[in-house]
């Protein structure tokens, strides 16, 4: 990659005699830079294509006969007789499997979740196939790789009859235009040749609208609504309504009965306004003010004792979330109606084997492993323990016993991942799931709460480990609370 150690300092020591006829010391100087830069975004474009014509190759080969007969699995777990597998649902099909085999492969190798890599897979082959003109010019560094990801939103959906004519209309546009700029440059252009009217495509549209939660960092998250454009549009405008119209009283460093004013006034910023006025009609159905209560959310959150007490600054963890804040977790703890211990020391009565006894686990048993877990174990995966599935890893029609050290929680994909496909798993006592792929690479999950192994006491000393609390309907009698408390209060 072409590098380069200029400065703007460097630049007017330069002999006269080196610069190019009628170039000045500050032109020189930017130059030396800006050259550099140029050459590594041809570059950067470059290694993008590459990658692109990798998985596009991945996507060809998933669709060979022999490959996929490769990728199958054990024909006991991927039998259409077998009750475990068809626990799952039907079996899927030879491509639908070598599709989500190849992207698991891809997103243990590139630390991505699965549904990210067979996506990008699919817009990889989408590109160098439907789209050659644009995978040609990215190699060749005339467009930037994000101007590939504005053409294929806006052909998103769009028939492929239509795409020849569209490239060879919006590509020279792409070489001059910014990536936004050349995105409505192409959404025009494909209005003018798409055989399906605007309305009806905008009534398909409608139908996929949803709301997506993202985790984010210091104790926040996105929460996104992917609505048709006018309502978004509206709801936005309102929102913003509303936070012009705030009295922000409430927001004042007010000084205490008796004490002298002079504080410094704090006031919340537009943006603070229109945040606080989307939570509270969500949460409350009206702003700060209104009667109206609406229905609470319910989390699950583990507290240390020390943090409980105030006694440390070690964060709880929020389930399917991860660290937050110690004063934001005391709060959620003590306002839990109810708690239930479990105990993570043997001493705790937590059935840890049932051995063949039993295919299903016991509920102490699941909630063991859930606390354990916290998400799937699937490779790249983040799905809640509590919405996904119990697996035991060596299967229990060849003997798997009913077992911690033999369980795992797997949503329902990666589940049926594990048993149609030649992927294999091992687990240890503590719960590390290591995956083996096809292509013979080893992932390993290690679970969030490595909380023990697999043997069982039935005398034992006064606990001297943690303890996990969870919250449950039945009232349960603790006078003190336990080290751990795992909770599920209101917002």
């Known amino acids: 990659m072409a590098t380069s150690n200029a400065t703007p300092e460097d630049a007017p020591d330069e002999p006269v005699s080196a610069r190019p006829e009628g170039v000045d010391a500050t032109s020189a100087a930017i130059a030396a830079i800006i050259d550099p830069l140029t050459e590594n975004a041809r570059q950067m474009s470059a290694i993008h294509a590459e990658r692109a014509r990798l998985l596009a190759e991945l996507h060809r080969l998933g669709q060979q006969p022999r490959i996929i007969a490769g990728l199958r699995g054990d024909p006991v777990e991927t039998g259409a007789d077998d009750p475990d597998t068809q626990a799952h649902g039907p079996a899927w099909g030879d491509v ?7 992207a698991t492969e891809v997103a243990g190798a590139l630390r991505l979740h699965s549904t990210t890599a067979r996506m990008m897979i699919f817009n990889a082959a989408h590109l160098v196939e439907k789209l050659p003109g644009f995978q040609k010019a990215l190699a060749q560094g005339r467009i930037s790789w994000a101007h590939v990801l504005r053409m294929q939103d806006v052909v998103t959906g769009a028939p492929a009859e239509v795409l020849p004519a569209l490239e060879a209309a919006v590509l020279p546009k792409a070489e001059k235009l910014t990536a936004t700029q050349f995105g409505r440059v192409a959404a025009r252009e494909l209005e003018r040749l798409h055989p399906v009217s605007l309305q009806e495509r905008a009534d398909v549209g409608a139908s996929l609208r949803r ?87 319910t989390v699950h959150v583990t ?19 991860g660290p937050i804040d110690p004063e934001t977790a005391r709060r959620l703890a003590g306002t839990a109606p109810s708690w239930d211990r479990i105990l993570t020391h043997p001493e705790t009565g937590c059935m840890l084997s049932v051995g063949r006894d039993s295919y299903s686990p016991p509920t102490d048993m699941k909630r063991y492993t859930e606390i354990r877990d916290q998400t799937c174990q699937g490779i790249g995966c983040n799905r809640k323990a509590t919405h996904s599935e119990i697996d035991h890893t060596v299967p229990w029609n060849k003997g798997g016993p009913t077992a911690v050290g033999n369980l795992v929680h797997l949503c329902k994909a990666c589940h049926r991942l594990k048993h149609q496909s030649s992927f294999s798993t091992r687990q240890t006592p503590t719960g590390a ?37 969870e919250k449950r309907p039945a009232e349960v009698p603790n006078p003190t609370p336990p080290p751990e408390i795992d909770s599920a209060p209101p917002f």
């Open 96 to 102: 639908e499997l070598a599709e989500r085999t190849l």
């Open 211 to 297: 709301v997506v939660l993202q985790p984010d960092v210091d104790g926040m998250a996105w929460l996104n609504a992917y609505l048709k454009a006018d309502e978004a549009q509206a709801g936005y405008d309102r929102l913003t309504r509303i936070a012009k119209s705030l009295n922000d009283a409430d927001t004042t460093d007010q000084p205490a009965d008796g004490a002298e004013g002079g504080g410094e006034v704090v006031l919340r910023t537009m943006d603070q306004r229109r945040a606080d006025a989307f939570r509270d009609l969500l949460l409350d159905g009206e702003c700060a003010g209104g009667m109206g209560r609406g229905i609470r959310g």
């Open 303 to 321: 507290v240390p004792v020390l943090t409980l007490m105030g006694k440390s600054f070690e964060p709880g963890m929020l389930e399917g979330y």
């Open 433 to 469: 799931l290591t995956w083996t792929s096809p292509g013979g690479k080893t992932y390993t999950r290690e679970p969030a709460n490595p909380i023990g192994g697999t043997s069982v006491r039935t005398e034992v000393s006064p606990p001297q480990q943690p303890t996990t609390v």
